[in-house]
Nanobody, 122 residues
Framework: QVQLVESGGGLVQAGGSLRLSCAAS????????MGWYRQGPGKQRELVAAITSGGKTNYADSVKGRFTISRDNAKNTVYLQMNSLKPEDTSIYYC????????????????WGQGTQVTVSS
């Protein structure tokens, strides 16, 4: 069984910074893509940032220049550094990962973290 454990959410004033972490544990062969999504009240879940196993990144337009995604493959951990936070960034942030459970199959399994609340006050 694979688990994703998130940390780093909280309450911050507008203009402040937070750093989210998500560590994957359990039995698996390799981790491919990792990403962060968010879902605000009454809204659909949206992609915030993603990073491939090779380090290629992708960001939502609303966070470009403010957020940075990175990963530590040795620790099976993905990070989201969030700077210049705005009230509209308030949301529950979810970690997502796609991994291979066996070297004998290229099938990717998708796992989600439990979510961490980020609240930005004005």
């Amino acid at each position: 069984q694979v688990q994703l454990v998130e940390s780093g959410g909280g309450l911050v004033q507008a203009g402040g910074s937070l750093r989210l972490s998500c560590a994957a544990s359990g039995r698996f062969f390799s981790i491919n893509g990792m990403g962060w999504y968010r879902q605000g009240p009454g809204k659909q879940r949206e992609l915030v940032a993603a990073i491939t196993s090779g380090g290629k990144t992708n960001y939502a337009d609303s966070v470009k220049g403010r957020f940075t995604i990175s990963r530590d493959n040795a620790k099976n951990t993905v990070y989201l550094q969030m700077n210049s936070l705005k009230p509209e960034d308030t949301s529950i942030y979810y970690c997502e990962t796609r991994l291979r459970e066996s070297p004998h199959s290229v099938y990717e399994y998708e796992y989600w973290g439990q979510g961490t609340q980020v609240t930005v006050s004005s």
